[in-house]
């Protein structure tokens, strides 16, 4: 049997996490650094993305030796990935700083958080908490979708571009349970306040995500282009107390999942411990589905 720990070594590799400065994405990016991949944080909010690289350097510059960086140094690029040619520069930047692109995660994604605290409207925005499906605006539902759905799929072909060149990659598509299966509404609920929802978007582009990775998947047939999707459950970010509590409820495992509790499936997909998987979805849900 192969050594183990050397399944999850990603030394040597390239990783891109699109979304990489956010609650998900920052943690990712975090891991594979850990395992050994030179990281791009790429974000659209380059500040963000600028602290998690610095954040990812810094623990790891004593790898270094004298002048010599560590290989699983971090980079930071911003990115629109809703835009084509803002994610054909990421492509280009990290094919140029580092040469290759072994890993591409796609974690960038529109996801509101239900908590009452924010309730409030901000920038004069539309909260799309807020919005019953049958009033639902149709500039909120295109843009979500040009983030999403469209955006992945812009990643993913320029990502798949460069991994056909070079001979192979992997590709991680985060999805959610909301794509698997309808949100439960009532947990966004509370009595005398003004009823809130999951939107509509958030559920239509998460399957749209599967359906996208079983796409690839089969078009990289023979190719040695590894495509799989990850999908999380409830992550706790700073959620109030009586979401916390409904959430809790409807899962088996009674709680929402901690931040890095998604790491670990995804530095599996990310390695050659799944190298007999793709066009899969590995599910860490505490047990939502499974009910």
């Known amino acids: 049997m192969e050594n183990l720990p050397e399944l999850f070594d990603l030394s040597g590799r390239v990783a891109v996490v699109t979304g990489g400065a956010g609650l998900l994405g920052a943690e990712f990016c975090q891991t594979l650094a850990g395992a050994g991949a030179s990281t791009v944080v790429a974000d659209i909010d380059k500040a963000a993305a600028d602290r998690t690289a610095a954040s990812i350097n810094e623990r790891y510059a ?18 629109d990935v809703s835009v084509e040619e803002s994610v ?20 960038a994604a529109l996801n509101p958080k239900f908590d009452m605290r924010g309730e409030r409207e901000s920038d004069g925005e539309i909260n799309p908490l807020s919005v019953e499906f049958e009033d639902f605006p149709l500039d909120t539902w295109n ?5 999403n759905l469209t955006g992945l799929f812009l990643c993913c072909q320029a990502a798949g571009k460069q991994m056909s060149v070079q001979g192979g990659g992997v590709i991680i598509n985060v999805c959610s349970i909301y794509g698997l299966v309808g949100p439960d509404q009532r947990i966004y609920r509370r009595d005398g ?32 282009i590894r495509v799989n999707a990850l999908t999380p459950g409830g992550v706790n970010n700073d959620h109030d107390d009586e979401f916390l509590t409904a959430y809790a409820a409807r899962t088996v495992m009674g709680r929402m999942a901690e931040k ?16 007999y998987m793709t066009g899969g979805n590995l599910v860490v849900d505490g047990g939502w589905t499974a009910w």
Do not use: C, H, W
């Open 193 to 224: 306040a003004q009823p809130q929802f999951k939107p509509v978007y958030y559920s239509v582009t998460k399957a749209g995500v599967l359906g996208l990775t079983s796409y690839l998947a089969t078009y990289y047939a023979g190719k040695n």
């Open 88 to 107: 054909r520069n990421l492509m280009g930047e990290t094919r140029a700083e580092l040469g290759r692109l072994d890993i591409l995660v796609n974690s």
């Open 260 to 275: 890095e509790e998604m790491n670990g499936a995804l530095l599996f997909l990310a390695s050659d411990a799944s190298s």
């Open 62 to 79: 004593k790898q270094g030796v004298g002048s010599q960086r560590p290989a699983n140094q971090a980079f930071a690029i911003q990115v």
């Open 143 to 147: 843009q979500a979708l040009n983030v």
